[in-house]
């Protein structure tokens, strides 16, 4: 019965995947990486793919983070006549996180957990240069909001400059407007993102932050044991639900880090994993 059951989810991974990704990519090359990296501890990411793919409630979840940011917006043209006059005249700007906050790149991770592939940079190019990810439910709407309120969108971004191009394609493609080389801003040298925000609060006054990953807000909770992060949320969480927005992805993130950053023993993935679970 729990082969049975294993096989059924593995069908509906496979599904997915068949229809996006395994299209475009070279048989040649996918033998390749199977022979080379075959080993990969990636079977525990199916649930989180599932879950991401195939459940309502994921939707649910993220028509709420968006409908929640559009009421920020709405509840910040009430209030900004309390604001200090030099933060009144400056212009708007909502900050987002592309990947798995506006961009839906879960073909390629299941790719990759079906094939038992560690992340490589390679792979992960020629996924962006494909422009095939679709938009996260309900980002396009808001993006279309904001514009109408006549705020700005800035696309902060760890993906790499030179992904810009099919980064921009992509972002068009899926529907998003107003996307110019400005407001794209990838990562050319720091993974913080924390420079690239300073840079756009100097001209515009953040209403909003939203990201997949605590480090697409603020800097405090980079490099931080699972511990802290608590801690840093618990501090901010007023922030929560106003100026801080979050959309949920159990696939991948600096919460996965922070496990293996508490764990100093010489164990592996699935070990260090395990042991950071908490049981009656």
Do not use: H
Request: include cysteine; charge should be positive; proline fraction near 3%.
């Amino acid at each position: 019965m729990k082969s049975k059951k294993y096989l059924l989810t593995i069908g509906l991974v496979a599904a997915s995947v068949v229809s996006t990704y395994f299209v475009t990519v070279s048989t040649t090359a996918q033998q390749g990486a199977m022979q080379t990296q075959a080993s990969a501890d990636t079977e525990y990411q199916i649930g989180a793919i599932l879950f991401m793919q195939k459940a309502a409630e994921y939707r649910a979840l993220c028509f709420q983070a968006f409908n929640w940011a559009q009421r920020t917006l709405d509840d910040d043209d009430k209030s900004k006549k309390k604001l200090p006059k030099a933060e009144r005249k400056m212009p708007r700007a909502v900050v987002v996180d592309i990947d798995e906050t506006m961009l839906d790149n879960s073909p390629a991770q299941a790719y990759g957990a079906l094939n038992r592939l560690p992340f490589e940079l390679k792979r992960w190019y020629e996924w962006g240069d494909m422009r095939k990810a679709k938009a996260i439910p309900g980002a396009v709407d808001f993006a279309v909001y904001a514009k109408s309120r006549g705020v700005r969108i800035f696309y902060v971004s760890n993906r790499d400059e030179v992904q810009k191009q099919a980064t921009i394609d992509n972002l068009k493609t899926a529907g998003f407007p107003d996307i110019s080389d400005e407001n794209v801003v990838l990562r050319q040298k720091e993974s913080s993102k924390e420079a690239r925000r300073q840079a756009i609060a100097a001209k515009y006054r953040i209403v909003i932050l939203m990201g997949d990953n605590l480090n697409d807000l603020s800097n405090v909770y980079e490099q931080k044991s699972v511990a802290d992060r608590f801690a840093e949320v618990d501090k901010a969480k007023a922030l929560y639900g106003n100026k801080f927005i979050v959309l949920p992805n159990a696939m991948y993130g600096e919460w996965e880090s922070a496990i293996y950053r508490d764990d100093k023993n010489k164990r592996t993935p699935t070990e260090k994993r395990a042991g950071a679970l908490e049981l009656p």
